[in-house]
C-alpha cells in the first residue's frame, strides 16, 4: 500500500503564496503518476495539475501560469508552488499517485490514481 502525506496548507490573503508538499512511502512504477487534486465545499473534486516521472506535466486553465508542480523522488517530495492566491483557491487539496495509463503518459482523471494522502487545507481570504 503507497502512503502519501501532504504538508504545508494554510490560510494566505489574495495575492499571497503556499508550497505544497507530499512524501510518498516508494517511488515505483504504481507512483509514476503524481498529481494534486483539489475540492471545494459544495464542489466536486478536480484535477490542479499532475506529472509524469519524465517531468511532463499538465495544470488546469484556472492555475496555468500561477501553480508549479514539481516531481518527487527518494530525495525530493512532491510540491506544489502556489503564487497568486485567490480566493477561489480555497479548497482541501489532496496529493494522488498511480500508475501510467495505457500506452504511457499520465491521466488528469481522479479515477486513474489509487492512493490518496488525507489531504491539506488551503484557505485564501482577506
Known amino acids: 500500500q503507497v502512503r502519501l502525506v501532504e504538508s504545508g496548507g494554510g490560510s494566505v490573503q489574495p495575492g499571497g503564496s503556499l508550497r505544497l508538499s507530499c512524501v510518498a512511502s516508494?517511488?515505483?512504477?504504481?507512483?509514476?503518476?503524481m498529481g494534486w487534486f483539489r475540492q471545494a465545499p459544495g464542489k466536486e473534486r478536480e484535477a490542479v495539475a499532475v506529472?509524469?516521472?519524465?517531468?511532463?506535466?499538465s495544470y488546469a486553465d484556472s492555475v496555468k501560469d500561477r501553480f508549479t508542480i514539481s516531481k518527487g523522488n527518494a530525495e525530493t517530495p512532491l510540491s506544489l508552488d502556489m503564487n497568486n492566491l485567490k480566493t477561489d483557491d480555497t479548497a482541501m487539496y489532496y496529493c494522488a499517485a498511480g500508475g501510467p495509463v495505457l500506452g504511457g503518459g499520465c491521466t488528469t482523471n481522479q479515477r486513474g490514481f489509487n492512493y490518496w494522502g488525507q489531504g491539506t487545507q488551503v484557505t485564501v481570504s482577506s
Open positions: 516508494e517511488y515505483t512504477y504504481r507512483t509514476a503518476c
Open positions: 506529472i509524469d516521472r519524465d517531468g511532463r506535466a
